[in-house]
């Protein structure tokens, strides 16, 4: 059994480190950051007053499936975030093998749950391109969106309320640890020593911090609807980034502080774009 755990060990590692996988991982990253421009360019829209859209990555591939090429373009963003997921989950599974003990326990299950991400925006792709990816969910419609089904569901549960209480610190934590990672450029070791030299690399790190910061704090107010859905036992008050940017938009200067977070949200975009190019791992 250990003689096969091992095999299967290596040949993951193998196929980790090929050049086609290399290149895979690339372009998932170029699509991933190709959809949080579009999210930033949905965000700026609905600060000027535009609010048919939805501000998400699941309205940012609707928003692509409209554009010219556009069936395409959704099933490359598809095919790029599952090759994202396989390298998150060879991480999870083999990776960090640098890291000894609880550091790299907690460094798997980090590359699980951004595999997961990775795999929520797949998901939404392929149904957008096969046709059952739904209308827009965030523009003031009178659907339920996902977000609350979800948290409807995790409400009837026995503890449902300190069940959703602890996704929304959840969320809140990761949205935390992304504004500390801005704050030490943390995400520095994501590039490589030629992505962060020269004029070049200089704005490479200006697009991490800014970006990491402002989703950090798009991310911190998403776990803070799903904490206050909690205590109110209301699944309506969570909601998903597009929601989390709308109570940004109805605070005072909302209109000016949704531009600046949709103008940070397009940096970490465009920080995707740099990785893809200057990758390291």
Known sequence: MEALQHDAAQTARRAGDSTWFDRAIRGGLVAYGLVYVVVAWLAIQLALGDRGGEASTSGAVRELAQQPFGQVLVWLVAIGMFALVLWRALEAATGHRD?????????????????????????????????????????????????????????????????VFLVGLGIIGYGVALGIRAWTEKFREQLSAEGQSGDAGTAYLWLGKIGHAAKGVALSIVGGLFCYAAVTHDPKKSGGLD????????????????????????CYGLFSFARARHLSR
């Open 99 to 163: 890291e000894e003990g609880a550091t790299r326990v907690r460094k798997r299950v980090t590359s699980a749950a951004k595999g997961v991400l990775y795999a929520a925006i797949g998901i939404s792709a392929i149904r957008v391109a096969t046709g059952s990816g739904g209308g827009s969910g965030g523009g003031g419609g009178g659907g339920r969106s996902s977000e609350d089904t979800l948290t409807a569901k995790l409400l009837d549960l026995p503890f449902g309320q300190g069940l």
């Open 243 to 266: 929601q989390a940017l709308r109570e940004v938009l109805d605070q005072p200067f909302g209109p000016v502080l949704l531009v600046l977070v949709g103008v940070g949200i397009g």
